[in-house]
């Protein structure tokens, strides 16, 4: 119930192109979905967030796409650029009269963004 | 946002020896957490490190192996005791500003190897 399920595991996609990374979840008390790019020594940075009672949030060339009956949420990257490459992982938690929970993240995509 | 450092940035020991993390926020927060994270592997939270109380230890992890300080709200340390090579690992410093808020933010990581 707490897992969040990430795919694909690794993704190249030409430069220019658009890259999409799904996550699958169970727990319908999950409120909050962010998104975090992780580059090769460094620490996971959060790119973007949504809440479910909205279906998109675009945040420049960052789109998380969220559809609540299928519960299911999905990253865009437009016109993908190879300082994009990264991996990148989703995440779930939720709210309670007792603050927020830990955060649930998925496996990871590597993404590879190719010249 | 809350921008969060570590030191050491990495560190090679021998085995049985035990070393100690530091994580510095830039201000205030509320929550602090330590994670790890296996290379090329997703996030597994260790504890959540309370300020003027015990830490809260996930399933699998024991104070006696990994303690954990929290002075004040801007700093936390956790050691990683008797080390085996087991232990090597990226080890995260996380913080969240407030109990009920949801952004997560996280430190560039300590890159542990136990030899």
């Known amino acids: 119930q707490q897992q969040v399920k990430q795919s694909p595991q690794s993704l190249i996609v030409q430069k220019g192109g658009i890259s999409i990374i799904n996550c699958a979840y169970e727990?319908?008390?999950?409120?909050?979905f962010p998104w975090y790019q992780q580059f090769p020594g460094k620490g996971p940075a959060l790119l973007i967030a949504i809440r479910p009672d909205v279906s998109e949030k675009k945040e420049g060339r960052f789109t998380i796409s969220f559809n609540k009956s299928a519960k299911q949420f999905s990253l865009h990257i437009m016109d993908s650029q190879p300082g994009d490459s990264a991996t990148y992982f989703c995440a779930a938690t939720y709210h309670s009269g007792a603050g927020s929970y830990q955060l649930t993240f998925g496996k990871g995509t590597k993404l590879s963004v190719i010249p | 946002s809350a921008v969060i450092s570590q030191k050491p940035s990495r560190d090679i020991c021998q085995r049985g020896t035990s070393l100690t993390i530091q994580c510095q926020v830039d201000s205030q927060v509320t929550m602090m957490f330590w994670y790890r994270q296996q290379p090329g592997q997703s996030l597994t939270l260790i504890a959540t490190?309370?300020?003027?109380?015990?830490?809260?230890?996930e399933s699998g992890f024991v104070i006696d192996k990994f303690p954990i300080s929290r002075p004040n709200l801007t700093f936390s340390t956790l050691t990683v005791s008797n080390m085996s090579p087991e232990d090597s690992s990226i080890y995260l410093c996380?913080?969240?500003?407030?109990?009920?808020?949801?952004?997560?933010?996280f430190g560039p990581g300590t890159r542990l190897t136990v030899t």
């Open positions: 996380s913080a969240r500003r407030h109990k009920e808020t949801y952004e997560q933010y």
């Open positions: 490190a309370n300020q003027g109380s015990e830490a809260t230890y």
């Open positions: 727990n319908t008390a999950f409120d909050y």
